[in-house]
């Protein structure tokens, strides 16, 4: 290895410390399969009791709920980075977490309005009216959860 690349040693977060970022930081990356193909979209999260819960604004000619039923493992990254003057200086985290994904009961508590509102940030549409969009909620429960600081 070249002897002046920089390197920044990184430990392991405790499970109190994955658990605290994961409520202060509502949002990630959730990576998703079909075959050889992958799909990676930003969204919003809401971790409560070990589980990531997902809303998704679906519409008949998207993707998404067709990537989430062919992935058996999904991945979902949350993470942060404080840039500074000096890359030396530079600190950050991230937590990984794998496991499968499924859509949520209709019939689940989290599908009340008020909790949605609550728990998550306002749903982004983009060129979709209103009524094009089915509200559908996913929840992830991690089967390898991990995070990693400096």
Same mark, same amino acid.
């Given at each position: 290895?070249? &002897?002046? #690349? $920089?390197? !920044?040693?990184?430990?392991?977060?405790?499970? !109190?410390? @994955? /658990?605290?970022?994961?409520?202060?930081?509502?949002?990630?990356v959730?990576?998703? *399969?079909?075959?050889?193909?992958?799909?990676?979209?930003?969204?919003?999260?809401?971790?409560e009791?070990? =589980? %990531?819960?997902? $809303?998704?604004? /679906? =519409?008949?000619d998207?993707?998404?709920?067709?990537?989430? /039923?062919?992935?058996?493992?999904?991945?979902y #990254?949350?993470?942060? !980075?404080?840039? =500074? !003057?000096?890359a *030396?200086?530079?600190?950050?985290?991230s937590?990984?977490?794998?496991? &499968?994904? /499924?859509?949520? &009961?209709?019939?689940h508590?989290?599908y009340?309005? +008020?909790?949605?509102?609550? +728990? %998550?940030?306002?749903?982004? @549409? %983009?060129?979709?009216?209103?009524?094009?969009?089915?509200?559908?909620?996913?929840?992830? +429960?991690p089967?390898?959860?991990?995070?990693?600081?400096?």
């Amino acid at each position: 290895m070249d &002897p002046d #690349v $920089r390197f !920044a040693y990184t430990r392991a977060m405790s499970q !109190a410390e @994955i /658990e605290s970022r994961l409520r202060d930081v509502g949002h990630g990356v959730l990576s998703l *399969a079909d075959g050889d193909d992958s799909y990676a979209i930003p969204l919003y999260h809401h971790y409560e009791d070990g =589980t %990531f819960f997902f $809303r998704l604004g /679906e =519409t008949p000619d998207n993707s998404k709920g067709d990537y989430i /039923e062919t992935t058996e493992t999904a991945t979902y #990254v949350v993470f942060e !980075a404080e840039e =500074t !003057a000096e890359a *030396a200086q530079e600190r950050g985290w991230s937590v990984i977490a794998r496991g &499968p994904i /499924e859509r949520v &009961p209709r019939s689940h508590p989290v599908y009340d309005v +008020q909790y949605v509102n609550e +728990q %998550f940030a306002p749903i982004r @549409i %983009f060129d979709e009216a209103h009524d094009e969009v089915e509200l559908t909620l996913y929840e992830l +429960q991690p089967e390898v959860l991990s995070g990693r600081q400096n």
